[in-house]
């Protein structure tokens, strides 16, 4: 028979925020003399701020740095020196956690999709840390809010692929920074209304190898899956202008996810023999009021019942890829033991699940 597939257990975990905390009724007021003239219905719009279940988010620069002209090159400049430095902030803070040391990292994989860099985000965290010479990397572009749980996942093969391999996962959205000062849309004018800035690393390596036994009590990652669906590109992503990032969302994702999600949802679970009902709680990226009530719905919860997701927005607004990862340390920190499921929507428009064991 062959030999078993080793799990791979995270180590460690940690999070990081920019210096600028904003609170939601402050970017409402801005949003109000912003777009006063400019956008045809933002008094029917503004509600949306005090209905997004959002009361502070975080950012790299201060709110009345927007509107000032700033364009796309000092922009992503601001993106690559604040990514780097809430990534080496979180992946110390990690490493500490673990009770391992930079040079005790052997691999590095870094999401993002809030900005470009080249060499790319893991190749600068390697050279601030003073990882290894001999690190592995892989940078991911592209995957949005999924990547997260998508980004964890090629993380958790990495290390299953390797025994006793340690993979450092990193991720960094600084959503913030893609705002459009001249984009008088109805999605512009949504994203002031959800996004914020953000950044978590967390260490993986599995069960086998010189690991010092530290992956005895470690949370386990089993199974991921995922699904795209089919003539869904324009759901959610980007539409690249000569000033940035143009924000792209359809207003149907909420019931995109009620019609849609729960055929992929068994599915996924079919493959693992499991059902909904083994699992303990659920670990996914909340998007936005609407989207969490529909997530509520689709995991037979009654309204309010995703309590972690609905903190972290609350407390952050929605980092893209990065909202997941301080959603999973909250669910980590109640030290209650069980089965959990991962989840995450991004561009694609796709889903990718992750199912977390804590001892």
Request: glycine share 12%.
């Amino acid at each position: 028979m062959p030999a078993p597939v080793p799990s791979a257990r995270l180590l460690g975990l940690a999070t990081a925020v920019p210096a600028y905390a904003l609170g939601q009724n402050d970017i409402k007021a801005w949003a109000r003399k912003l777009f006063n003239g400019r956008t045809a219905d933002i008094d029917r719009l503004l509600p949306a701020f005090d209905n997004a279940g959002i009361e502070t988010r975080y950012s790299c620069v201060p709110l009345g740095w927007h509107g000032d002209g700033h364009g796309w090159l000092e922009r992503n400049r601001l993106y690559l020196d604040n990514a780097v430095e809430l990534l080496a902030r979180a992946a110390t803070e990690c490493l500490e956690a673990a009770g391992l040391a930079p040079a005790d990292v052997d691999a590095v994989v870094a999401v993002s999709t809030s900005g470009f860099a080249t060499p790319s985000l893991d190749a600068l965290v390697i050279e601030r840390l003073k990882l290894r010479r001999d690190v592995a990397r892989l940078p991911v572009f592209g995957l949005g809010c999924a990547g997260g749980v998508v980004g964890l996942a090629r993380a958790a093969e990495m290390a299953r692929a390797v025994p006793g391999r340690r993979v450092l996962f990193l991720v960094a959205e600084l959503c913030g920074l893609t705002f459009r000062d001249h984009d008088s849309s109805k999605s512009n004018v949504i994203a002031t209304v959800l996004f914020g800035d953000g950044a978590a690393a967390a260490l993986l390596a599995t069960d086998g190898g010189d690991n010092g036994g530290v992956t005895a009590q470690a949370p386990r990652l089993s199974r991921a899956g995922e699904h795209t669906w089919p003539d869904s590109l324009d759901v959610m992503g980007w539409n690249i202008a000569d000033d940035g990032f143009g924000v792209l969302f359809s207003q149907d994702i909420p019931s995109l996810v009620t019609r849609e999600m729960p055929a992929v949802l068994d599915a996924y679970l079919a493959v693992q023999g499991l059902s909904l009902s083994d699992y303990d709680g659920f670990v996914c990226h909340p998007g936005g009021a609407k989207v969490v009530a529909a997530l509520e719905q689709v995991f037979g919860l009654t309204p309010g019942g995703l309590e972690h997701p609905r903190g972290v927005l609350r407390d952050y607004g929605n980092m893209s890829a990065a909202t997941v990862m301080f959603v999973l340390r909250r669910c980590i920190a109640d030290c209650r033991p069980g089965r959990y499921l991962m989840s995450a929507l991004g561009p694609g428009f796709s889903v990718g699940f992750l199912t977390l064991d804590v001892p």
